[in-house]
């Protein structure tokens, strides 16, 4: 066949690789959208359940696009392409730099927005770099919460406050933990707006062909960690636990576990606990480490595990990659991490 | 923010990818699209350079025909387009022979694109943000040429 090409080739045509992360969001036609935070910044591909990052791959071959006229026996070149974009499957985030943080204070809430101007949540859905899915698991995580089309991230102090009064509700109304009416349960809720509770159940619940249904370890986690959050000096872990239990309403049947904290505490002294921020701990492996045997002189391998698996890129056995950096010793019966 | 969305419509009846028929003469799509690459530059003209040949001449013709994709009508109200003609392709099974001029030839083979390539179309100048990028067809083979060209003889 005769091959030509156009003088002037359409630039507006480009070849994008369709992974099979893409080609199953097509399957199940999935709406795909693609999104930027401004101009010069990355490029995302959003569908309902995934986000894509979308890298540009130049290349300095000469790939011509043709359209074959069988007919006539020949084809001819329409567009010329040095790149192809390549999909990569990403976790979506939400900026939430111009969400305003909304508490009780007193202000009408018309008041409030007059002055912080919070964007619409229809907006700021659609200009996050986020599949569906994944902003409504994040918004739920970081109490979001929209209000008359105003999207605002409810307080710490209101999110305890409206939690702690749908449990003493569901308590006193002896209604069923596992399995309630989000409706009826509003109907109880007198003096708590509708959205606040909606933001409260989308974190603390979830919802089931029966109803909602009270995450009581997520409850347990949490009102815990607000409690270590709460004493910056070491708290005998006994304390610790009376305190954490003494948190939840009256009549709420939980039970507490100190393991489901893990990662969030250390124990700077033998039966003391202290919560602990990993957030600045340093990215060299042998620094790190030092750095935690600085604060606690002996560690279980499960209380040291999430300070340190994210330093094990090469997905060696924990113990294996501690052992690195560190050394084993025998206390009884048990072993313990100490510092070579 | 900008943002686009898109439309597969047209492509999802090729979805899943199934194999590809072996050794099969013909490397387009089933709208007509294929694709050609070869290692390294092919320059071609930009415009009708003066003074040709007869000969010369009869290379260059007017395309008028419309892509047979989905976008015909506006590739179509965008008028004709002067296209070169810079060669001749061959396909033998797997192999495929580029005669470019009337002294070269490029050999090279029909490959498998994996993943296969979705071809889009992004308007841009004289569009807003509200017209979907269209994803028009996936191509899944190339005619691909590696090897430096060598004289026809």
Partial sequence: MDIYSWLQRDDSFHLIQMTPDLVKTMENNERLIFKSRDRDSSIFLCSDSKTFHIRKKNHSNTVIVLKHDKENAKAIGFASMDSELEPKVVSGSIDISDVPLFEETGEEFTDFVKRTNPPSFADLRAVSTASKTEFDVQWAELNGCEIDGHAVILGFNLVVSVLKTIITTLVAYDMDQEAFSATKLQERLEDIRPEFARTVLAQFATKTPAGYSLDKPKISRWFGLQVLRSTLAPVKEEDFLINWKDAFPAFFDVSIDIQSLVGSFVRPFPNMVQFYNSAGLPQDPVQRFKELFKIQASWSLEEMKPYVEDLNSRNLKLESFVMKYARRKRIGKNYVITRR | ?????????????????????????????????????????????????????????????????????????????????????????????????????????????????????????????SSTEETPIQVLDVIRQKAIFRSRPLPIM
């Fill in chain 2, 1 to 125: 923010m900008p943002s686009r969305s898109i439309e597969y419509d047209e492509v999802t009846e090729s979805i899943p990818f199934g194999d590809l028929v072996e050794g099969g003469p013909v490397i387009s799509t089933s709208s007509g699209l294929m694709i050609l690459e070869i290692q390294g530059d092919l320059n071609l003209p930009q415009r009708i350079p003066d003074k040709l040949t007869e000969t010369e001449s009869e290379m260059y013709v007017q395309d008028e025909s419309s892509l047979g994709i989905n976008t015909a009508d506006e590739l179509g109200s965008s008028g004709s387009h002067t296209a070169v003609k810079f060669g001749k392709l061959d396909i033998d099974g797997k192999r495929a022979t580029l005669y470019i001029g009337s002294s070269q030839r490029l050999v090279g083979t029909i490959e498998k694109i994996d993943p296969p390539l979705g071809l889009m179309r992004i308007l841009s100048e």
